[in-house]
């Protein structure tokens, strides 16, 4: 990652030390497991959703720099955001990572996670920033196993 901003590798090393959100929800109403088999990441995801509105999330696991800071980064990102605006940056982010055409970007509403833009560089490390967000839509979509970056 020599490469990145060294703003940008501050803010990743920072979520990976002291990941936001991590931890379990209390009652929470979606639950998912994710593994990334190339890395060794793992992730279990919790949410709790009323209203069609994120009012709770938080995640456990072990992984690399990548997979954690994304997942914390995402936590903090869809708080409090509807179901709707949360898919739509899904779409928003799978696209900055494996397209990486950046005038196609609403830079808006991915916020902080604009900085993960430089992982596209690095292929063997996208699916480490994805793992988080496959674990969330499959959550949210309810699908019974354990979620696998293939
Ligand atoms: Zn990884």
């Known amino acids: 990652m020599n490469d ?24 929470p109403t979606h639950k998912k497991e ?3 088999p ?6 279990e995801l919790e949410l709790k959703i009323v209203d069609e509105i994120v009012v709770d999330v938080g995640f456990t696991g072990v992984g690399c720099a990548i997979s954690k800071s994304s997942a914390s980064m995402m936590t903090e990102e869809i708080k ?15 696209r900055m990572i494996t397209v990486n055409n950046e005038n ?3 830079v808006d509403l991915l916020g902080d996670l604009e900085i993960l833009q ?13 793992l988080s967000w496959h674990t969330l839509n499959s959550a949210l979509e309810g699908d ?6 293939e």
């Open 4 to 27: 990145l901003q060294d703003l940008y590798q501050d803010i990743i090393m920072d979520h990976n030390r002291r990941p936001r959100n991590f931890g379990p929800v209390e009652q």
């Open 34 to 36: 994710g593994y990334n």
């Open 38 to 43: 190339l890395c060794g990441d793992q992730i």
């Open 80 to 94: 409090g955001k509807t179901l709707e605006v949360v898919t739509s940056m899904f779409e928003q982010f799978r």
């Open 104 to 106: 196609d970007l609403d």
């Open 118 to 130: 430089g992982v596209s560089r690095y292929p063997a490390r996208i699916k480490c920033a994805t």
């Open 144 to 149: 019974g196993d354990t979620v696998t970056t």
